[in-house]
């Protein structure tokens, strides 16, 4: 495709997003953010009540900071949530709190009720002037090269509505992904579990409980709204759906000698687990985004996560092409960078599904007696049996360390924080290179900077929806690097970092920024910064034509 702005063909909106789930409510409020026209329309007539998925990782909460929405969502949330691992008669203390992860604002997962979610973003919203249209099915859709035409149902009734582009966020059971005929491949897994928002008696309310045992695995998650619990175990093969209160007591019963008591259940389900990924991510006009494009297990809380950082990934590229400001070739780098994520996501949560599930006696001897051992270590846990915590012997404190290690790096993994676009054509690493921090491709490590006396953050600094370019350290010269810069004036902001007052610069006297940045305080350097909080460039020193050409040929930024 060439270069160069849509010319408007009687469009009614820039985007249609079809599905108001975490994904798509992330995406509408991302458009919100850029000024873009969009319409949400959701098939289902109301807004859903059950807590579906419960936990927020860190980089979501990132991406959905510069609309002001985490702040809102850590309030509701639980931000310091502990688990307990049974067995039998033992129990391991847990923390998901990673206190060593310092460059982001959220170093914790936050436990909210997907409901809350969605009804905080939709909220938002509607208070922006664009609330969600429920009852509105997608039956039809055409591509032509002004955009798509769109047809929609809603009682009995069609309309057309004529879109630039169509966002599928539709779920599973994509229309968007059917009507476009993207394949969606991979498998099904034979389990069957049950779920319920419901009351328990028995378990202290402070913490997650997960009961690991032979049959497999058992969790209780305090979420509050609409239910004080949230409850998963595997049934066994022909239990009934929805599965009955006394069915999930069975259930339970086959996890723990001392079942915890099951009462007032707000709602019950069953599901099975599927992993699989479409082909593709985009149809010409039509991208898939979330569950559309990928689901697989819960393991690891990454599904709902991954739909918000997709949609964070494709809102700034619609953006930047439907106002001129980029050129078309810059929206096939969401397929791009997108779906290696999913399917690495995919890849890690079947390993840990089937650890978790498997009848394989092998497996389920280490899922009994040597995971909860490395859980222990690698989590910071201590084994209680009949109340009291057990010695660790001189070996294991000897592990203490290389466990904080191992913590550290598994929190940041399940925090999605280590994702990365390294290989992307938008990932450009210039001369003269520099030789440690974070390469382009990652997320900006967040640290606390002042600007004007006031303090302020990194991610802060830099959340407004443009391209930041960060030039870093003191330099007499940057005059000509930000002259260079002058034709993108419509698309780019410029910083300055630096270790002492300058005026307008973002002053780290800490030096943890530049540490973060794998720089030494003061070094001079210069990043490019992508809206969704990715480095684009990065590069040592000031001359800016490694930075220009990025701009010009990488990102296909249009001047002015």
């Given at each position: 495709?060439?270069?160069?702005?849509?010319?408007?063909e009687?469009?009614?909106?820039?985007?249609?997003?079809?599905?108001?789930?975490?994904?798509?409510?992330?995406?509408?409020?991302?458009?919100?953010?850029?000024?873009?026209?969009?319409?949400?329309?959701?098939r289902?007539?109301?807004?859903?009540?059950?807590?579906?998925?419960?936990?927020?990782?860190?980089?979501?909460?990132?991406?959905?900071?510069a609309?002001g929405?985490?702040?809102?969502?850590?309030?509701?949330?639980?931000?310091?949530?502990?688990?307990?691992?049974?067995?039998?008669?033992?129990?391991?203390?847990?923390?998901?709190?990673?206190?060593?992860?310092?460059?982001?604002?959220?170093?914790?997962?936050?436990f909210?009720?997907?409901?809350?979610?969605?009804?905080?973003?939709?909220?938002?919203?509607?208070?922006?002037?664009?609330?969600?249209?429920?009852?509105?099915?997608?039956?039809?859709?055409?591509q032509?090269?002004g955009?798509?035409?769109?047809?929609?149902?809603t009682?009995?009734a069609?309309?057309?509505?004529?879109?630039?582009?169509?966002?599928?966020?539709?779920?599973?059971?994509?229309a968007?992904?059917h009507?476009?005929?993207?394949?969606?491949?991979?498998?099904?897994?034979?389990?069957?579990?049950?779920?319920?928002?419901?009351?328990?008696?028995?378990?202290?309310?402070?913490?997650?409980?997960?009961?690991?045992?032979?049959?497999?695995?058992?969790?209780?998650?305090?979420?509050?709204?609409?239910?004080?619990?949230?409850?998963?175990?595997?049934?066994?093969?022909?239990?009934?759906?929805?599965?009955?209160?006394?069915?999930?007591?069975?259930?339970?019963?086959?996890?723990?000698?001392?079942?915890?008591?099951?009462?007032?259940?707000?709602?019950?389900?069953?599901?099975?687990?599927?992993?699989?990924?479409?082909?593709?991510?985009?149809?010409?006009?039509?991208?898939?985004?979330?569950?559309?494009?990928?689901?697989?297990?819960?393991?690891?809380?990454?599904?709902?996560?991954t739909?918000?950082?997709?949609?964070?990934?494709?809102?700034?590229?619609?953006?930047?092409?439907?106002?001129?400001?980029?050129?078309?070739?810059?929206?096939?780098?969401?397929?791009?960078?997108?779906?290696?994520?999913?399917?690495?996501?995919?890849?890690?949560?079947?390993?840990?599904?089937?650890?978790?599930?498997?009848?394989?006696?092998?497996?389920?001897?280490?899922?009994?007696?040597i995971?909860?051992?490395?859980?222990?270590?690698?989590?910071?846990?201590?084994?209680?049996?009949?109340?009291?915590?057990?010695?660790?012997?001189?070996?294991?404190?000897?592990?203490?360390?290389?466990?904080?290690?191992?913590?550290t790096?598994?929190?940041?993994?399940?925090?999605?924080?280590?994702?990365?676009?390294?290989?992307?054509?938008?990932?450009?690493?210039?001369?003269?290179?520099?030789?440690?921090?974070?390469?382009?491709?990652?997320?900006?490590?967040?640290?606390?900077v002042?600007?004007?006396?006031?303090?302020?953050?990194?991610?802060?600094?830099?959340?407004?929806?443009?391209?930041?370019?960060?030039?870093?350290?003191?330099?007499?010269?940057?005059?000509?690097?930000?002259?260079?810069?002058?034709?993108?004036?419509?698309?780019?902001?410029?910083?300055?970092?630096?270790?002492?007052?300058?005026?307008?610069?973002?002053?780290?006297?800490?030096?943890?920024?530049?540490?973060?940045?794998?720089?030494?305080?003061?070094?001079?350097?210069?990043?490019?910064?992508?809206?969704d909080?990715?480095?684009?460039?990065?590069?040592?020193?000031?001359?800016?034509?490694?930075?220009?050409?990025?701009?010009?040929?990488?990102?296909?930024?249009?001047?002015?």
């Amino acid at each position: 495709m060439a270069s160069g702005p849509f010319e408007p063909e009687n469009d009614e909106v820039d985007v249609l997003i079809v599905g108001a789930g975490p994904s798509g409510l992330a995406l509408a409020v991302e458009l919100q953010r850029f000024g873009i026209r969009f319409r949400i329309i959701d098939r289902e007539p109301q807004a859903v009540h059950e807590s579906r998925a419960l936990a927020i990782q860190p980089r979501s909460l990132e991406v959905l900071a510069a609309s002001g929405v985490a702040a809102e969502l850590v309030e509701l949330g639980r931000s310091a949530v502990q688990v307990s691992l049974h067995l039998g008669e033992r129990e391991l203390p847990l923390t998901l709190y990673a206190g060593a992860v310092r460059d982001t604002a959220y170093p914790y997962l936050l436990f909210l009720s997907q409901a809350e979610t969605e009804r905080v973003l939709g909220r938002h919203l509607a208070e922006g002037g664009v609330p969600v249209e429920r009852g509105y099915r997608l039956v039809a859709l055409q591509q032509n090269a002004g955009g798509v035409r769109c047809t929609i149902e809603t009682g009995g009734a069609t309309s057309t509505v004529r879109a630039r582009f169509v966002a599928g966020c539709d779920g599973a059971h994509s229309a968007v992904r059917h009507l476009t005929g993207l394949g969606f491949h991979g498998t099904a897994f034979p389990q069957t579990f049950g779920l319920a928002d419901l009351e328990v008696d028995g378990l202290p309310a402070d913490r997650v409980h997960a009961f690991l045992s032979a049959p497999g695995i058992l969790l209780f998650f305090p979420i509050e709204s609409p239910a004080s619990w949230r409850m998963i175990v595997m049934l066994p093969t022909g239990s009934p759906d929805p599965p009955s209160l006394p069915t999930l007591q069975a259930a339970i019963a086959r996890h723990t000698a001392s079942p915890p008591r099951l009462h007032d259940p707000v709602w019950t389900a069953t599901f099975s687990v599927n992993s699989r990924h479409a082909a593709r991510f985009r149809a010409g006009r039509a991208f898939l985004v979330g569950d559309a494009a990928h689901i697989h297990s819960p393991a690891g809380a990454q599904g709902m996560n991954t739909g918000i950082q997709d949609a964070a990934n494709l809102a700034w590229k619609l953006a930047f092409v439907l106002r001129g400001q980029a050129g078309r070739e810059l929206l096939a780098t969401y397929d791009t960078e997108r779906r290696p994520v999913a399917r690495q996501v995919i890849r890690l949560t079947n390993r840990a599904f089937r650890v978790a599930t498997s009848s394989n006696p092998a497996v389920r001897f280490i899922r009994a007696r040597i995971a909860p051992r490395i859980a222990a270590l690698v989590l910071g846990g201590r084994s209680r049996r009949g109340g009291q915590p057990a010695r660790g012997g001189r070996d294991e404190r000897g592990l203490r360390a290389v466990a904080a290690a191992l913590r550290t790096a598994a929190f940041r993994t399940v925090a999605e924080l280590n994702i990365n676009y390294r290989h992307s054509p938008l990932s450009v690493e210039g001369t003269p290179s520099l030789q440690h921090g974070p390469m382009a491709g990652r997320r900006l490590p967040d640290a606390a900077v002042l600007l004007d006396g006031r303090e302020t953050t990194l991610h802060q600094a830099l959340a407004a929806p443009f391209v930041h370019v960060l030039l870093c350290g003191a330099s007499d010269d940057w005059e000509q690097v930000t002259g260079r810069l002058d034709r993108w004036t419509g698309v780019l902001r410029v910083h300055r970092l630096a270790t002492s007052d300058a005026p307008g610069a973002l002053i780290d006297s800490s030096g943890d920024a530049f540490r973060r940045l794998g720089l030494t305080p003061g070094q001079v350097a210069q990043l490019v910064v992508r809206p969704d909080g990715h480095i684009g460039y990065r590069a040592a020193g000031f001359d800016p034509s490694g930075l220009a050409l990025y701009l010009r040929r990488s990102m296909r930024l249009s001047p002015r």
